[in-house]
């Protein structure tokens, strides 16, 4: 019993995870709905004018990873309710 506890906490956190693929699901005129059906609830939001802007991490392909970085960010922002724009952010961060 104590060796399958670890594997269950484990399956847990990748199960609730963003994936690459999960992000090319992503595309121009998706509802917040549909994004976050897609790739969950964001970690950040940031608010302008008429333009929202969700957050996400996500963890990168088992071939793309090194010690150092596991994860990308995204972003997903909204212009009028409907996807505007997409993609990685290349912000570096901080350690």
């Excluded at 594997?7 to 992000?23: D, E, K, P, Q």
């Excluded at 976050?36 to 950040?44: A, D, K, V």
């Excluded at 802007?53 to 995204?74: A, E, G, H, I, M």
Aim: glycine share 8%; charged share 15%; aromatic share 10%.
């Amino acid at each position: 019993m104590k060796r399958i506890a670890p594997v269950i906490a484990t399956a847990g956190l990748l199960a609730g995870c963003v994936t690459a693929s999960n992000v090319e699901s992503v595309h121009a005129g998706m509802s917040p709905e549909q994004v976050q059906s897609i790739l969950g609830e964001p970690e950040t939001v940031a608010h302008a004018p008429g333009l929202q802007c969700s957050y996400y991490t996500v963890l990168k392909d088992f071939w793309s990873r090194t010690p150092w970085t596991l994860s990308n960010r995204y972003y997903v922002c909204y212009d009028d309710g409907k996807v505007k724009s997409f993609g990685r952010t290349d912000v570096p961060t901080s350690g």
